[in-house]
T-cell receptor, first 110, second 115 residues
Framework: GQNIDQPTEMTATEGAIVQINCTYQ??????LFWYQQHAGEAPTFLSY????GLEEKGRFSSFLSRSKGYSYLLLKELQMKDSASYLC???????????FGPGTRLSVLP | GAVVSQHPSRVICKSGTSVKIECRSL??????MFWYRQFPKKSLMLMAT?????????EQGVEKDKFLINHASLTLSTLTVTSAHPEDSSFYIC???????????FGPGTRLTVT
């Protein structure tokens, strides 16, 4: 089965950089996703990593180390609107649905 | 991109009544859809996989007689919460796989409150 862990809450200041970590243990590996979810809304796709290394996309970057079972999401130049939950997720063994981590609630303070 | 809709977005019902939530793929066909439940400040937990033309597959611990799933067509899946209780109050989200590998489209969610 899959087991995913993330910090529950984080706080950062507007304009700063924050790194949200995710560790996982899976019986197979088909890549790792990061989603952003504002309260009361559906998750929105941020990134997908299947190979080791850093993928940069604007203010958001995602890193993966398959050997360590570790990923992080890096948010730069934080804005108030970045206050949300950030979920890492891996596809299940059949590759169709996702197993989600517990989510990290990020609060961006002025 | 592909769009998945849910209806209603919010619903309040009394204990003992049943509530139906619809999930539609608006511009693509989905032979499979997934239903998730999310309690406050918690992550999404898969409840069941809805299969067009066949029975749904339920995750361990999810009562199939309480959470009735019907995948009536290639664009519609419904989740009916029967004999609702306050502990069923939650955020219910559906998703459908896209054409790309591991691609998923999530609906906007339905907030159910049982009084």
């Amino acid at each position: 089965g899959q087991n995913i862990d993330q910090p529950t809450e984080m706080t950062a200041t507007e304009g700063a950089i924050v790194q949200i970590n995710c560790t996982y243990q899976t019986s197979g590996f088909n890549g790792l996703f990061w989603y952003q979810q504002h309260a009361g809304e559906a998750p929105t796709f941020l990134s997908y990593n299947v190979l080791d290394g850093l993928e940069e996309k604007g203010r958001f970057s995602s890193f993966l180390s398959r050997s360590k079972g570790y990923s992080y999401l890096l948010l730069k130049e934080l804005q108030m609107k970045d206050s949300a939950s950030y979920l890492c997720a891996v596809p299940d063994n059949y590759g169709q649905n996702f197993v989600f981590g517990p989510g990290t609630r990020l609060s961006v303070l002025p | 991109g592909a769009v998945v809709s849910q209806h209603p977005s919010r619903v309040i019902c009394k204990s003992g009544t049943s509530v139906k939530i619809e999930c539609r793929s608006l511009d693509f066909q989905a032979t499979t859809m997934f239903w998730y439940r999310q309690f406050p400040k918690k992550s999404l937990m898969l409840m069941a996989t809805s299969n067009e033309g066949s029975k749904a597959t339920y995750e361990q611990g999810v009562e199939k007689d309480k959470f009735l799933i019907n995948h009536a067509s290639l664009t519609l899946s419904t989740l009916t919460v029967t004999s609702a209780h306050p502990e069923d109050s939650s955020f219910y989200i559906c998703s459908a796989p896209g054409t790309g590998e591991y691609e998923q489209y999530f609906g906007p969610g339905t907030r159910l409150t049982v009084t």
